[in-house]
């Protein structure tokens, strides 16, 4: 109940790395407390002062007996001083305290040099009379002096010069001194580092970084802990202690188990699967594996994380995802220079820290996303994380030792490589993994997603009933994805709905007995509640809980979806000339494209609108320049019945979904058809897309995607599929299924082109042809 009035003088404080304050007090007197007034949020109390200075000089009773004591004490003390060196200018300042300060304050100044126990100096604190308080430091005097002869004996004391240590932390110069007397009670902060230099010397890490360590910790003995420096550096010291730098997990890689693993997680995606499996076997086969780093490459949503944890499942290595999406920064990989303030190591060295081992698997991804900065390119900095070769000493600024980062296994994933860097790219293996089909969907969705959303909203099979018809209904015309995570998100909002009426099912079921429990106002509240229609099951009775398992059909859908997003609007769109469907590939899948086309009067102009990038817009006039020379031949006329297409006539093309750019050649050959189309007035077959880039001698070149772009072709139901003769390969890629329910036209010129996009064939008249010819 006693302490110590002080006055604040100073308060310095950080908050990085961790908050911490330094508080610099000046000591007024002591106290007692009388009564406590409150306690939160902070104690206040009545005290009453217990020692004021100017009370003993009056005390004339124990004068004698104290001046004895005082005078003993300040002998000791004096001793106590001169065996330490004088030369350092704060002990000389303590030699000439010793003489100009009041007897009485002695005690407590000594006490907080020398060397004693936390106990200790509250046993002073708390010894209110003066008499006690010099009986009781008399001893602890003694002893230091003790301490000190002795140490003179074996060696000439060491004396730390540093000024402001001795200013700052008395008793650390004291430190030096060590003291034949046990000392129990270290002080804390010592403590944790020496304790930090045992971790230092008994953890695994490498000769360089043990050396670099020991000598940071040199420093930071001598430093004061108020340095800014002092934090930093110490928390240096604890990451390189927290690194795994030996530990690791052990591998356990059975191919067959691997494979069936892979199989149970992930439905479809062969191709991905097949690859993982003989990376896998390589690696079984050869331990330390310096293969190349694999990447996945395609829409979002369809696996490519999740066969990343896979992957670190069977072979029981701890998962590490890394976001690299937007990164812009190479200090995000390779982390800062410790000169900066607030510096940190990179996401690398982090995501070891964090994972504890140093053969975990890593999943570098959105490598397609990092960005570009004055700070550097992040790219260069991933080249010599994911080099087999160089890895093995990678050097994080931060550390500034190398790290082995050779045991750790980099998946990539990316949406595209058109915009990963070719350096990164040529480091890394790029697997494909394409969307999925219609049938590939329903069965992941009642493989894997219900299953997993059930569980999510602690349902079960006999509470809700999903069938595949509802199924194909969500992914038709609630979604329009290459993936499955809206899918997803589709299936956990019936779920969510099926929940709230389960969950009022077991209401409804237990209410008789809350009624006789009496709780009057909880009872009315679920008569409302079941006053509000049912919007799940039409069947379900007001009265009852909703018979179980509540069926999903197609009303269910639309209660709990709403109205269907996406419809098949293909044969309305193309029921006027001047509109065809080409196939186009973005990074999220493969998409039908309208494109539309019509004609005015004017001056021969050329407008395009829908956001297109620079290869489109060329694309657009080579359509038209290939339909001007050929106007002849194929009879094509303006509204004045010209050849000249584009006598007094303007056109305009238009690409719907503005928000989107669009670019990239293979509108080619649907721009020539939307513009036949126009100026022969002919319709375009309903249900044909095509893709395709096209010359100006009216040649189709191949374009990439075709797999993505049949299955979006597929998606919306369309018939007949126009593709490049020379992309025919890819398509032994797609599904059997899909490949039947389509037939493909390969095309290596615009006839071919034209002749199947119309009913009936795109004839050329024969004397135009000779016309042309003569050209
Ligand atoms: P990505 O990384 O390709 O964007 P994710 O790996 O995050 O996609 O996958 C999204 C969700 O879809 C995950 O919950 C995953 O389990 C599920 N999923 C995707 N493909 C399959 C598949 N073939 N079999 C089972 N689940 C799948």
Redesign the pocket.
């Known amino acids: 109940r006693i302490g110590t009035a002080a006055l604040a003088v100073q308060v310095v404080g950080s908050n990085w790395p961790k908050p911490h304050y330094t508080l610099l007090v000046t000591g007024l007197c002591r106290f007692q407390i009388l009564q406590l007034l409150k306690e939160k949020p902070y104690p206040v109390a009545e005290v009453e002062q217990l020692d004021r200075l100017e009370q003993f000089t009056n005390q004339h009773k124990s004068e004698e007996e104290l001046g004895e004591l005082s005078e003993q004490f300040y002998k000791y003390a004096v001793q106590l001083v001169e065996m330490l060196d004088m030369s350092v200018p704060a002990v000389a300042k303590l030699r000439r305290l010793l003489d100009n300060l009041p007897r009485e304050a002695l005690p407590d100044i000594l006490t907080s040099i020398i060397r004693t126990s936390n106990r200790e100096k509250l046993q002073i604190l708390d010894a209110v009379s003066l008499e006690e308080r010099f009986k009781m430091t008399i001893p602890l005097l003694v002893r230091q002096i003790e301490g000190l002869k002795l140490l003179q004996k074996t060696r000439k004391p060491k004396q730390d010069d540093d000024k402001r240590v001795v200013a700052i932390r008395p008793n650390r110069r004291i430190n030096h001194i060590p003291s034949t007397a046990e000392d129990e009670e270290e002080e804390e902060d010592h403590d944790d580092v020496v304790m930090l230099e045992k971790k230092i010397r008994t953890s695994s890490m490498s000769e360089q970084a043990l050396k670099v360590c020991l000598k940071e910790i040199k420093r930071l003995k001598k430093m004061p802990q108020s340095m800014p420096e002092y934090a930093l550096t110490r928390n240096y010291l604890e990451l390189m202690v927290e690194l795994p730098w030996n530990k690791s997990t052990k591998d356990r890689l059975e191919i067959r188990a691997a494979r069936i693993l892979l199989d149970n997680?992930?439905?479809?995606?062969e191709k991905l699967k097949k690859r993982v499996l003989e990376y896998l076997a390589v690696r079984q086969l050869k331990n330390n594996l310096k293969g190349p780093i694999l990447c996945f490459v395609?829409p979002?949503?369809?696996?490519?994380?999740?066969v990343g944890r896979s992957i670190a499942k069977t072979l029981g290595r701890e998962f590490h995802r890394i976001a690299l999406g937007g990164v812009c920064d190479q200090s995000d990989i390779r982390g800062h220079r410790r000169t900066y303030v607030g510096s940190m190591p990179g996401r690398i060295i982090n995501g070891l820290k964090t994972v504890g081992v140093n053969n975990p698997v890593f999943l570098l991804d959105e490598v397609d996303k990092l960005g570009k900065s004055l700070q550097g390119d992040p790219a260069a900095a991933l080249l010599e994380v994911l080099d087999p070769e160089q890895n093995h000493s990678f050097t994080d600024h931060y550390l500034n030792v190398a790290f082995d980062l050779s045991q750790v296994l980099f998946i990539a994933?990316a949406n595209t490589t058109a915009t990963i860097p070719p350096a990164l790219l040529d480091r890394m293996e790029i697997i494909q993994v394409p969307g999925y089909t219609q049938e590939e969907k329903i069965e992941?969705a009642h493989r894997?997603?219900i299953p997993k959303q059930l569980e999510q909203h602690g349902l079960t099979p006999q509470q809700i009933q999903i069938p595949q018809v509802t199924t194909l209904d969500i992914i038709t015309r609630y979604t329009r994805e290459a993936?499955?995570?809206s899918l997803?998100r589709k299936l956990g909002a019936i779920c969510r709905a099926v929940a709230v009426k389960v969950a009022e099912g077991q209401h409804k079921e237990t209410k008789p007995d809350r009624a006789e429990v009496g709780e009057g106002e909880d009872c009315k509240e679920h008569v409302t509640e079941d006053a509000k229609p049912e919007s799940i099951s039409d069947a379900a009775d007001l009265a009852l809980p909703p018979e179980m398992p509540i069926l999903i059909d197609f009303h269910a859908l639309k209660d709990i979806l709403g109205p269907p997003m996406y419809e098949m609007e293909v044969s309305e769109r193309l029921s006027q000339p001047g509109v065809a469907i080409g196939l186009a590939w973005t990074p999220l899948g493969g998409e039908i494209m309208f494109v539309e086309a019509s004609r005015m009067d004017g001056e021969g102009q050329l407008t395009l609108t829908g956001q297109l990038g620079d290869v489109m817009k060329e694309s657009a006039h080579l359509a038209i320049s290939w339909l001007r020379s050929n106007a002849k031949r194929y009879q094509l006329t303006n509204a004045s019945g010209s050849f000249d297409l584009l006598d007094n006539t303007d056109i305009h093309l238009h690409f719907p979904a503005g928000a989107v750019t669009k670019d990239g050649p293979s509108a080619g050959v649907t721009i020539v058809t939307c513009l036949a189309s126009l100026f022969s007035g002919r319709l375009v077959c309903s249900d044909v897309a095509m893709t395709g880039e096209i010359t100006l001698r009216g040649l189709v070149l191949p374009v990439g995607g075709i797999k993505d772009k049949v299955l979006a072709a597929h998606r919306a139901g369309l018939k007949r599929v126009i593709i490049p003769q020379r992309n025919e390969k890819d398509l032994e890629e797609i599904a059997v299924n899909v490949r039947q329910d389509l037939t493909f036209v390969m095309a290596s010129c615009l006839d071919e082109v034209l002749n199947a996009a119309f009913d009936g064939g795109f004839a050329v008249k024969p004397r135009v042809e000779r016309l042309n010819s003569k050209l």
């Open positions: 997680d992930h439905y479809a995606m395609g979002p949503g369809v696996g490519k994380t999740s994933t992941i894997h997603l993936g499955v995570r997803d």
